[in-house]
């Protein structure tokens, strides 16, 4: 059930700031006020229906047990964290005074402009970082039962070592990504992730007395892709490391031209790279393959409410799809799956989940896009190419097949 709770902006904060710092304090008030209904029930005094409602909010209990009044602890801070702030917000459960409030672009302007049903004056809104004003009004409904529940995640326990380590020198380091494991910090701030263990490996090689060497995030892999990663280890690589990267596109153009990027006047295409996955997938509905090598590309972004899981899918580029282009070869067919190599000209998200499943294929493992449970999503970084980021020489990487995959097909 949910409980209104209407905040006062003391000073000029944005939405997710003011409420980070906010309802801890709230929460932490109405666990000290249970507590001490539960100290004069104890001693044979009545306590209210609400008091007595407060006591069974164990999940409240739980989070911010030993909390004082006016002592807003690391606990609370934690129990109210920057994740549940997005996703109160995200689910429209956050409501901004119209006349304290400053709105800088047009969806916000549209809605300051609403008499919305719960009250006059508030709107909804939807963006973390909306700047508040001196004295702008803020209502809350919290839901504390859905606000506190925390989903168990799955990750893996992982130490890097270098059995794991694909390829290292002065600039850089390419590591075999296991599956179920971030590849960098999320919101939950205890949570663990490659780009940690990293840092971690490269600390104990030169040892624990000197500071925590760097380790710089250039690319990325789904936290359920395994494979081929690479981080630089110093901050001169990081320019060469991006524009290698950057540069196989304009894919847009080279889809409808066929010419390569070089000849489009666009950056070297000696820097660019070529990545190269692999997946095992199964029918989805009636698998639109005339032969089997095949090209997906269309426009790709966001179809899914941000108060859901991420989905992504066909959006018109006029709507602020961008362009995605995969070709696909499939390599074997056993048993039903097929085995299936992808080659990535762009680098959206959820690229070839989409594109498989738009070409009637769904990848094991990934049931957000049709695909059959599965231990894990059977997707991997098979293969990356690039120019080293100092020398300019060819680099190849690959990373070999997990055993789960030859255990699967």
Same mark, same amino acid.
């Given at each position: 059930?949910?409980?209104?709770?209407?905040?006062?902006?003391?000073?000029?904060?944005?939405?997710?700031?003011?409420?980070?710092?906010?309802?801890?304090?709230?929460?932490?008030?109405?666990?000290?006020?249970?507590?001490?209904?539960?100290?004069?029930?104890?001693?044979? %005094?009545?306590?209210? !229906?609400?008091? =007595?409602?407060? $006591? @069974?909010? *164990? +999940?409240? /209990?739980?989070?911010?047990?030993?909390?004082?009044?006016?002592?807003?602890?690391?606990?609370?801070?934690?129990?109210?964290?920057?994740?549940?702030?997005?996703?109160?917000?995200?689910?429209?459960?956050?409501?901004?005074?119209?006349?304290?409030? %400053?709105?800088?672009? !047009?969806?916000? =302007?549209?809605? $300051? @402009?609403? *008499? +919305?049903? /719960?009250?006059?004056?508030?709107?909804?809104?939807?963006?973390?970082?909306?700047?508040?004003?001196?004295?702008?009004?803020?209502?809350?409904?919290?839901?504390?039962?859905?606000?506190?529940?925390?989903?168990?995640?799955?990750?893996?326990?992982?130490?890097?070592?270098?059995?794991?380590?694909?390829?290292?020198?002065?600039?850089?380091?390419?590591?075999?990504?296991?599956?179920?494991?971030?590849?960098?910090?999320?919101?939950?701030?205890?949570?663990?992730?490659?780009?940690a263990a990293v840092v971690r490996y490269l600390h104990k090689k030169i040892g624990l007395d000197k500071n925590p060497p760097y380790c710089g995030m250039v690319h990325r892999l789904d936290r359920d892709t395994s494979g081929v990663i690479l981080f630089s280890?110093?901050?001169?690589?990081?320019?060469?490391?991006?524009?290698?990267?950057?540069?196989?596109?304009?894919?847009?153009?080279?889809?409808?031209?066929?010419?390569?990027?070089?000849?489009?006047?666009?950056?070297?295409?000696?820097?660019?790279?070529?990545?190269?996955?692999?997946?095992?997938?199964?029918?989805?509905?009636?698998?639109?393959?005339?032969?089997?090598?095949?090209?997906?590309?269309?426009?790709?972004?966001?179809?899914?409410?941000?108060?859901?899981?991420?989905?992504?899918?066909?959006?018109?580029?006029?709507?602020?799809?961008?362009?995605?282009?995969?070709?696909?070869?499939?390599?074997?067919?056993?048993?039903?799956?097929?085995?299936?190599?992808?080659?990535?000209?762009?680098?959206?998200?959820?690229?070839?989940?989409?594109?498989?499943?738009?070409?009637?294929?769904?990848?094991?493992?990934?049931?957000?896009?049709?695909?059959?449970?599965?231990?894990?999503?059977?997707?991997?970084?098979?293969t990356l190419d690039l120019p080293h980021p100092i020398s300019g020489a060819p680099l190849h990487f690959e990373a070999p097949l997990p055993p789960e995959f030859a255990a699967a097909f």
């Amino acid at each position: 059930m949910s409980q209104e709770i209407l905040l006062t902006v003391q000073s000029a904060a944005t939405l997710n700031e003011f409420l980070r710092e906010e309802l801890p304090k709230v929460l932490n008030a109405e666990c000290s006020q249970a507590k001490d209904c539960g100290q004069k029930s104890l001693q044979g %005094q009545n306590c209210g !229906a609400a008091d =007595q409602n407060s $006591l @069974q909010d *164990q +999940n409240l /209990r739980r989070d911010l047990d030993g909390l004082q009044d006016q002592n807003v602890g690391p606990a609370a801070k934690s129990a109210v964290s920057n994740s549940k702030i997005r996703r109160l917000i995200f689910s429209q459960n956050v409501w901004v005074s119209q006349e304290s409030s %400053q709105a800088k672009d !047009a969806r916000n =302007q549209k809605a $300051l @402009q609403a *008499q +919305n049903a /719960r009250g006059g004056g508030f709107f909804v809104c939807k963006n973390p970082s909306l700047l508040l004003k001196k004295n702008a009004r803020v209502k809350v409904f919290l839901d504390k039962e859905k606000f506190f529940y925390q989903k168990e995640n799955d990750d893996i326990k992982f130490e890097l070592d270098s059995s794991h380590v694909l390829y290292e020198d002065d600039a850089i380091i390419v590591v075999n990504k296991p599956p179920r494991f971030p590849s960098e910090a999320t919101f939950v701030h205890d949570r663990d992730n490659l780009q940690a263990a990293v840092v971690r490996y490269l600390h104990k090689k030169i040892g624990l007395d000197k500071n925590p060497p760097y380790c710089g995030m250039v690319h990325r892999l789904d936290r359920d892709t395994s494979g081929v990663i690479l981080f630089s280890k110093q901050r001169a690589a990081n320019a060469p490391l991006f524009a290698a990267f950057e540069s196989q596109e304009d894919a847009e153009n080279v889809g409808k031209t066929g010419k390569a990027a070089g000849s489009l006047g666009l950056a070297n295409n000696l820097r660019a790279t070529q990545k190269i996955y692999v997946a095992i997938c199964a029918p989805a509905g009636s698998p639109r393959l005339a032969k089997d090598s095949f090209s997906v590309q269309n426009y790709l972004g966001r179809v899914s409410p941000k108060s859901q899981a991420a989905k992504w899918g066909f959006v018109p580029k006029e709507k602020g799809g961008k362009f995605a282009r995969t070709d696909f070869k499939i390599l074997e067919k056993k048993g039903g799956l097929f085995f299936v190599q992808a080659k990535l000209w762009t680098g959206r998200t959820h690229q070839i989940r989409v594109h498989l499943a738009q070409s009637g294929l769904a990848i094991l493992g990934a049931t957000l896009y049709g695909g059959r449970p599965a231990e894990r999503i059977f997707l991997h970084a098979q293969t990356l190419d690039l120019p080293h980021p100092i020398s300019g020489a060819p680099l190849h990487f690959e990373a070999p097949l997990p055993p789960e995959f030859a255990a699967a097909f």
